[in-house]
């Protein structure tokens, strides 16, 4: 799928992502995705893949891209996987990942959509994000989310007969938790909330009327975004090789070509044994996957987000970006 034609100074990317639940990004199995890219050769991938699968002693070779990360992750192997994002691997330099926690993103959604913050949803949701759980209790965090995930995600679940109420229901329940001060985060953002029925069933109605738009909860669109941008931040437009996904359909590919402001030329659809490139990226989308999701349960890892910092967004958090502790 492309748009215009190919420029002189273009970039050529191959991505894969890991952790995808769709839109249902609350009751899952990950609270994170990651979208990788990676802008080596198909001759520098294929000696990178054969490098990892000899030091890992695999019989697999290059033309086996679908070798998953989590045997790099094992203690093991640990050393092929330290070779493989430091400075004597192949990636450094020639790879990135944009890395979403889906709760936040979830959050910043749902306050972008539904108030009038602006320029301060960002801080907001990121605020409420962290004090949210110890504010209202687990269980009624947990139970707000849910309502605002069915409430936002394009096909509502079944069970869910009217969304915009239920998630109404829920925000009303935290606003009448025993009292709770009001310049607490989440407070504030409860505050805000309860007078959102009218956005909200304009949403829903927005959604049924356009089922083939890009549904607002699926973080493969915020990361293409952030991917690109990455790597056009020198001025060069990028070309996108992609592992095949059913979501990116012609019409939403349109949709992110349009949204990059001209930056991304084209995207390709390729099945990830095709492009040995798709299978480092596979690896790389992997392993950042897990650590971030260690790091979010408390279980760091210190050499590998050391490791992991110089392909992931170094920017303050975002809802679609990472920032790893310094």
Known sequence: MSRSPAHTDTVEIACDESGSDGENLVNGNTDVFTHASVSLDHAAAERGLDEIFERVRSPASSAMTEYKANVLLRSKHRPALTWLLGPDGPLLGSAHVHVIDKRYFLLATTTALLTDEGPHTEELSLAAHRAGPATYGPERWQAFLTAANDLLRARPRPETSDPAAVFIRCVEQLSSTVPVDPSDPAARLTALLLHSRARAERHRLRSAEAPGAWPALDPLFPALLGTVEHWSAAGRHVAVVHDRQNTLTPERLDHVISATGGMLDEVR??????????????????????????????????ELTDLLRPYTTSAPPLPTSWSWPR
């Open 269 to 302: 659809l390729v099945e990830a044994r095709q492009d040995p490139r798709i299978g480092l990226a596979d690896f790389l989308a992997g392993i950042t996957r897990k650590i971030a999701s260690d790091r979010l349960h408390g279980t760091p890892d210190a």
